[in-house]
């Protein structure tokens, strides 16, 4: 409402595209999340509509009924216009490369909207495992923004492409936030490992190189990490087109994501494309 846009308005921010922060969403009975994320999407398509020169939207989906979300995702892009989906996490543990979640990579090549993979609450023998046994609430805080969460998405980035989820699917396309959630630094590594699976006698899932399926099918939002050298590493590894503007909005500030972008070094045809060139191109948002 009138809050938002006057924070958006501080910092000289013209849309925001908005999604519901649903961590703990896989935890409700199949059908209870089912006929709750129909009403969200409603909701949030009714926030749009009353400013839509200032909102976009992505969808929420139930992923326990992976059928029937999939019909609930044709529901938001066709009916509601949104543009995209927005997925927080694993369900229960399980990764987006299983089988059974097909009928999302259909909705979503068939529609040709992205996919946002966002971190999502750790399941409890990780929680368990890595990140108990420090003071107060350390640990959790560990488990999310302060370290888990961005290893967590980009291990599930990872395993969409060691499985042969774009193979299986060459037209999809993920985005990933908080600029690129530790792929950029680290892809070239994972590269260089799986490079040499073919000549080791068993001939892996995934049919080409791991780098060029994050030049090819990934694009990495800067939301909530407003520091040069990050930034500087992912332009390197992806390019200027595959990088969007981004502030994750109320986690971080307008305020401040508008003075990272004014402080990037680069040439002013690029700042164009990362401000807004290449939101309006990938996500279809009228300029």
Not at 154 to 160: F, S, V
């Amino acid at each position: 409402g009138e809050g938002r846009i006057a924070d958006m308005d501080a910092g000289k921010i013209d849309l925001q595209v908005m999604s519901l922060s649903s961590a703990g969403l896989d935890k409700l009975p199949a059908a209870t999340a089912t006929a709750l994320v129909h009403d969200i999407n409603d909701q949030l398509a009714d926030a749009v509509s009353a400013h839509p020169t200032r909102f976009a939207a992505f969808a929420t989906l139930a992923l326990q009924e992976p059928e029937r979300a999939a019909l609930e995702f044709e529901r938001c892009i066709k009916e509601l216009k949104f543009k995209g989906l927005i997925v927080m996490g694993s369900l229960n543990g399980v990764f987006l490369d299983d089988l059974r979640f097909t009928p999302i990579f259909e909705a979503a090549q068939a529609l040709d909207v992205p996919i946002y993979v966002h971190p999502g609450l750790p399941p409890k023998p990780v929680a368990d495992a890595y990140y108990s046994g420090l003071a107060g609430n350390i640990g959790f805080s560990l488990s999310m923004a302060g370290w888990g969460w961005h290893a967590e998405t980009g291990l599930h980035c990872l395993r969409l492409m060691l499985s042969g989820v774009f193979d299986r699917f060459p037209k999809l396309r993920i985005i990933v936030g908080h600029m690129g959630d530790h792929l950029p630094f680290n892809i070239a590594r994972a590269d260089r490992v799986f490079g040499v699976m073919a000549g080791e006698g068993s001939t892996p899932p995934f049919q080409r190189r791991i780098i060029e399926y994050f030049r090819e099918h990934f694009y990495i939002t800067t939301s909530g990490y407003f520091d040069i050298p990050p930034f500087v590493c992912a332009r390197e590894v992806i390019g200027t087109d595959r990088v969007l503007f981004s502030v994750d909005y109320p986690y971080a500030s307008n305020v401040e994501g508008r003075r990272f972008l004014d402080a990037l070094p680069v040439s002013p045809e690029d700042l164009e494309k990362i401000a807004h060139g290449n939101a309006e191109r990938i996500l279809k948002l009228e300029s």
